[in-house]
């Protein structure tokens, strides 16, 4: 059975475009397997049309479907990291780093020299991923999460210098 999945998950057979308004519905539904509260497919669709919008996916298979996703925006000489996600079937192969260094390069491009982000503080995947690239902590927003059920978690903004 792994030898089955592992070629198909193999990120060689994946690529990357950016992310136009048509394929908010895809990352709705890539977004609603990743993140409760998730967003629909109009608020996605609106910020990918949003003029500041810097926006990624990753596609693999035929007929191509969306793997990933990072959402993003650039202004002035900032970028900001609104959301990342990555289909759990293809976790922990790269993907999350080649949209960040995707969006990293056009932010460089239209002259970013910082990248921001908020996480929640108790997402260790995500902070481990963007501690791997670099970021730092650089403020701290108390209960900014707050999950149905759940105690409200803090989110830590952090920083990349370009
Ligand atoms: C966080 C997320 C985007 C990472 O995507 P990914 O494609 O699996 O990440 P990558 O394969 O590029 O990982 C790069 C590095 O990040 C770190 N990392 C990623 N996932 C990790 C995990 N589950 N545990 C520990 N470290 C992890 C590792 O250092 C990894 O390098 P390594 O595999 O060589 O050890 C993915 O887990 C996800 O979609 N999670 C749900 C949505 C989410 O939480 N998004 C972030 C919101 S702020």
Redesign the pocket.
């Known amino acids: 059975m792994t030898s089955n999945v592992m070629p198909f998950r193999n990120v060689k057979h994946a690529s990357m475009l950016w992310a136009s308004p048509e394929r908010a519905e895809e990352i709705a539904g890539l977004h609603a397997k990743?993140?409760d509260p998730a967003w629909d497919a109009a608020a996605i669709k609106s910020l990918l049309e949003h003029p500041a919008a810097t926006s990624l996916i990753a596609v693999a298979g035929s007929p191509k479907a969306i793997i990933?996703f990072i959402i993003g925006q650039l202004a002035a000489d900032e970028a900001e990291i609104l959301?990342?996600?990555?289909a759990p079937n293809?976790?922990?192969?790269?993907?999350?780093?080649?949209l960040l260094e995707g969006l990293a390069r056009a932010a460089r491009r239209g002259e970013a020299k910082r990248i921001f982000?908020?996480?929640?503080e108790d997402?260790?995947?995500?902070l481990?991923?963007y501690r791997?690239l670099g970021f730092e902590e650089v403020g701290r927003r108390k209960r900014y999460y707050v999950r149905p059920g759940n105690a409200a978690v803090d989110a830590l903004t952090m920083a990349l210098t370009l």
């Open positions: 990743l993140f990933g959301s990342i996600g990555v293809w976790q922990r192969a790269g993907l999350a780093m080649g982000l908020e996480v929640a997402n260790e995947a995500a481990a991923l791997k």
